[in-house]
Protein backbone atom coordinates (compact mmCIF):
# COMPACT_ATOMS: atom_id res chain seq x y z
CA UNK A 1 0.00 0.00 0.00
CA UNK A 2 0.96 3.48 -0.43
CA UNK A 3 0.94 3.67 3.64
CA UNK A 4 3.33 1.24 3.55
CA UNK A 5 5.69 1.98 1.24
CA UNK A 6 6.24 5.22 2.33
CA UNK A 7 7.15 3.97 5.89
CA UNK A 8 9.64 1.95 3.83
CA UNK A 9 11.39 4.98 2.04
CA UNK A 10 11.00 6.53 5.50
CA UNK A 11 13.02 4.00 6.98
CA UNK A 12 15.48 3.57 4.18
CA UNK A 13 16.11 7.47 4.20
CA UNK A 14 17.00 7.31 7.66
CA UNK A 15 19.24 4.64 7.57
CA UNK A 16 20.72 6.16 4.65
CA UNK A 17 21.18 9.11 6.48
CA UNK A 18 22.97 7.70 9.28
CA UNK A 19 25.67 5.29 7.47
CA UNK A 20 26.23 8.30 5.11
CA UNK A 21 27.36 10.31 8.02
CA UNK A 22 28.94 7.94 9.49
CA UNK A 23 30.90 6.94 6.11
CA UNK A 24 31.90 10.42 5.59
CA UNK A 25 32.78 10.95 8.96
CA UNK A 26 35.52 8.45 8.93
CA UNK A 27 36.94 9.86 5.27
CA UNK A 28 36.98 12.81 6.58
CA UNK A 29 38.32 12.29 10.01
CA UNK A 30 41.19 9.70 8.13
CA UNK A 31 42.05 12.93 5.47
CA UNK A 32 42.60 15.30 8.49
CA UNK A 33 44.46 12.74 11.10
CA UNK A 34 45.70 10.28 8.90
CA UNK A 35 46.33 6.55 10.96
CA UNK A 36 45.96 8.66 14.26
CA UNK A 37 41.90 8.84 13.68
CA UNK A 38 41.71 5.15 13.42
CA UNK A 39 42.33 4.56 17.12
CA UNK A 40 39.20 6.45 18.57
CA UNK A 41 36.71 5.75 15.84
CA UNK A 42 34.63 4.29 17.90
CA UNK A 43 34.38 6.81 20.43
CA UNK A 44 33.47 9.29 17.93
CA UNK A 45 31.20 7.68 16.02
CA UNK A 46 29.81 4.28 18.07
CA UNK A 47 26.99 6.04 19.00
CA UNK A 48 25.38 6.41 15.74
CA UNK A 49 26.22 3.31 14.51
CA UNK A 50 24.66 1.62 17.45
CA UNK A 51 21.45 3.62 16.79
CA UNK A 52 21.84 2.39 13.19
CA UNK A 53 22.60 -1.56 13.97
CA UNK A 54 19.58 -1.27 16.65
CA UNK A 55 17.24 0.49 13.74
CA UNK A 56 17.85 -2.69 11.58
CA UNK A 57 15.87 -4.30 14.25
CA UNK A 58 13.05 -3.73 12.53
CA UNK A 59 14.01 -5.36 9.56
CA UNK A 60 13.15 -8.50 10.58
CA UNK A 61 9.81 -7.18 11.51
CA UNK A 62 9.12 -5.92 8.31
CA UNK A 63 9.65 -9.15 6.66
CA UNK A 64 7.35 -10.77 9.63
CA UNK A 65 4.71 -9.00 8.72
CA UNK A 66 5.13 -9.27 4.70
CA UNK A 67 6.07 -5.67 4.12
CA UNK A 68 9.54 -6.72 2.93
CA UNK A 69 9.71 -9.48 0.45
CA UNK A 70 13.21 -10.46 1.34
CA UNK A 71 13.72 -14.05 3.15
CA UNK A 72 13.95 -13.69 6.19
CA UNK A 73 16.99 -15.79 7.80
CA UNK A 74 19.79 -14.41 5.41
CA UNK A 75 18.74 -11.22 6.97
CA UNK A 76 18.08 -12.02 10.37
CA UNK A 77 21.69 -13.95 10.04
CA UNK A 78 23.16 -10.78 8.59
CA UNK A 79 21.58 -8.37 11.49
CA UNK A 80 22.20 -11.09 14.50
CA UNK A 81 26.24 -10.92 13.26
CA UNK A 82 26.49 -7.50 13.75
CA UNK A 83 24.47 -7.08 16.93
CA UNK A 84 26.32 -10.02 18.26
CA UNK A 85 30.07 -8.55 17.31
CA UNK A 86 29.16 -4.99 18.45
CA UNK A 87 27.41 -5.02 21.00
CA UNK A 88 28.71 -8.10 22.79
CA UNK A 89 32.58 -8.21 21.77
CA UNK A 90 33.18 -4.70 21.03
CA UNK A 91 31.41 -2.48 23.45
CA UNK A 92 32.22 -4.65 26.54
CA UNK A 93 35.54 -4.41 26.11
CA UNK A 94 37.21 -0.62 26.16
CA UNK A 95 40.32 -2.20 25.07
CA UNK A 96 38.92 -3.51 22.02
CA UNK A 97 37.03 -0.52 21.12
CA UNK A 98 40.84 1.22 20.22
CA UNK A 99 41.93 -1.59 17.81
CA UNK A 100 42.03 -0.59 13.75
CA UNK A 101 39.80 -3.71 13.34
CA UNK A 102 36.76 -1.88 14.48
CA UNK A 103 37.69 1.01 11.88
CA UNK A 104 38.11 -1.66 9.12
CA UNK A 105 34.69 -3.17 10.21
CA UNK A 106 33.09 -0.32 10.29
CA UNK A 107 34.26 0.98 6.80
CA UNK A 108 33.22 -2.01 5.52
CA UNK A 109 29.27 -2.55 7.08
CA UNK A 110 28.64 1.36 6.26
CA UNK A 111 30.20 1.21 2.57
CA UNK A 112 27.88 -1.51 1.84
CA UNK A 113 24.77 0.17 3.67
CA UNK A 114 25.50 3.25 1.45
CA UNK A 115 24.84 1.52 -1.33
CA UNK A 116 22.12 -0.56 -0.12
CA UNK A 117 19.85 1.64 1.56
CA UNK A 118 20.05 4.25 -1.72
CA UNK A 119 19.18 1.20 -4.01
CA UNK A 120 16.13 0.60 -1.74
CA UNK A 121 15.14 4.02 -1.48
CA UNK A 122 15.10 4.42 -5.34
CA UNK A 123 13.12 0.89 -5.92
CA UNK A 124 10.15 2.37 -3.61
CA UNK A 125 9.74 5.29 -6.00
CA UNK A 126 10.66 2.51 -9.09
CA UNK A 127 13.70 4.33 -10.17
CA UNK A 128 16.47 1.88 -10.92
CA UNK A 129 20.26 2.65 -12.46
CA UNK A 130 21.84 -0.23 -13.97
CA UNK A 131 25.23 0.78 -12.02
CA UNK A 132 23.40 1.49 -8.55
CA UNK A 133 21.69 -2.19 -9.58
CA UNK A 134 24.62 -3.82 -10.26
CA UNK A 135 27.15 -2.54 -7.54
CA UNK A 136 23.95 -3.43 -4.74
CA UNK A 137 23.94 -6.85 -5.95
CA UNK A 138 27.61 -7.10 -6.70
CA UNK A 139 29.72 -5.48 -4.48
CA UNK A 140 27.97 -6.72 -1.43
CA UNK A 141 29.73 -10.00 -1.72
CA UNK A 142 33.26 -9.21 -1.64
CA UNK A 143 32.61 -6.56 1.30
CA UNK A 144 30.37 -9.43 3.09
CA UNK A 145 33.40 -11.76 2.94
CA UNK A 146 35.92 -9.06 4.42
CA UNK A 147 33.50 -8.32 7.10
CA UNK A 148 33.14 -12.10 8.04
CA UNK A 149 36.70 -11.66 8.47
CA UNK A 150 36.83 -8.84 10.47
CA UNK A 151 34.46 -10.09 12.69
CA UNK A 152 36.06 -12.75 13.21
CA UNK A 153 39.70 -10.95 13.96
CA UNK A 154 37.64 -8.67 16.14
CA UNK A 155 36.58 -12.09 18.13
CA UNK A 156 39.77 -13.44 17.87
CA UNK A 157 41.32 -10.02 19.36
CA UNK A 158 38.76 -9.74 22.49
CA UNK A 159 39.47 -13.06 23.38
CA UNK A 160 42.41 -12.40 25.47
CA UNK A 161 40.29 -9.44 27.31
CA UNK A 162 37.41 -11.39 27.63
CA UNK A 163 39.75 -14.34 29.47
CA UNK A 164 41.26 -11.67 31.72
CA UNK A 165 38.26 -9.74 32.78
CA UNK A 166 35.50 -12.53 33.00
CA UNK A 167 33.01 -10.93 31.08
CA UNK A 168 29.97 -12.34 30.93
CA UNK A 169 31.46 -15.28 32.49
CA UNK A 170 29.02 -16.93 34.81
CA UNK A 171 29.68 -19.37 37.82
CA UNK A 172 26.48 -20.89 39.69
CA UNK A 173 26.86 -21.79 43.28
CA UNK A 174 26.22 -25.17 44.83
CA UNK A 175 24.19 -27.48 44.14
CA UNK A 176 23.93 -26.14 40.71
CA UNK A 177 27.94 -26.02 39.83
CA UNK A 178 27.30 -24.99 36.51
CA UNK A 179 29.51 -22.42 34.33
CA UNK A 180 29.78 -20.86 31.23
CA UNK A 181 33.17 -19.73 29.93
CA UNK A 182 32.34 -16.74 27.71
CA UNK A 183 35.46 -16.87 25.55
CA UNK A 184 34.28 -20.69 24.84
CA UNK A 185 31.00 -19.46 23.52
CA UNK A 186 33.00 -17.16 21.67
CA UNK A 187 35.04 -19.71 19.67
CA UNK A 188 32.12 -21.51 18.97
CA UNK A 189 30.71 -18.50 17.84
CA UNK A 190 33.42 -18.38 15.20
CA UNK A 191 31.87 -21.94 14.14
CA UNK A 192 28.81 -20.32 13.67
CA UNK A 193 29.76 -17.62 12.17
CA UNK A 194 31.75 -19.07 9.45
CA UNK A 195 28.84 -21.51 8.76
CA UNK A 196 26.05 -19.20 8.38
CA UNK A 197 28.63 -17.13 6.16
CA UNK A 198 28.08 -20.24 3.90
CA UNK A 199 24.50 -19.64 3.79
CA UNK A 200 24.40 -15.94 3.04
CA UNK A 201 27.14 -15.70 0.11
CA UNK A 202 24.79 -18.82 -1.38
CA UNK A 203 21.73 -16.29 -1.17
CA UNK A 204 23.44 -13.39 -2.17
CA UNK A 205 24.62 -15.21 -5.36
CA UNK A 206 20.97 -16.07 -5.88
CA UNK A 207 19.61 -12.44 -5.48
CA UNK A 208 22.38 -11.44 -7.77
CA UNK A 209 21.27 -14.18 -10.68
CA UNK A 210 17.57 -12.92 -9.50
CA UNK A 211 18.51 -9.39 -10.65
CA UNK A 212 21.26 -9.02 -12.57
CA UNK A 213 20.05 -11.93 -15.37
CA UNK A 214 20.27 -11.01 -18.85
CA UNK A 215 17.28 -8.69 -19.52
CA UNK A 216 16.49 -7.92 -15.53
CA UNK A 217 17.53 -4.21 -15.35
CA UNK A 218 16.21 -3.65 -18.73
CA UNK A 219 12.63 -4.61 -17.26
CA UNK A 220 12.73 -2.64 -14.56
CA UNK A 221 13.68 0.42 -16.32
CA UNK A 222 11.45 0.66 -19.00
Given at each position: ???????????????????????????I???????????????????V???CQ?????E?????I?ID???????????T??????????N?????Q????????????????V??Y?????????I????L????????????????????F?????????????T????L??P??????????????L????????????????????????????????
Open positions: SFTMNTYLFVYDLMQFCGHSWIFTNMIRFMSFGKDSLADTFYSIGLMRLLLSILILHILGKSRLFPRCLQIERIIVLFVVISQEEVGKYVVCVLFFLWNLLDVRTYSMLARMGYYQLTWLNFSLCIPLYLLSVLAKAAICVSLPYFESFGYSIKPFFAFSIYFPYVLKMYLVLFIGMCFIIQNLFSERKAHLGTGNIKKKRS
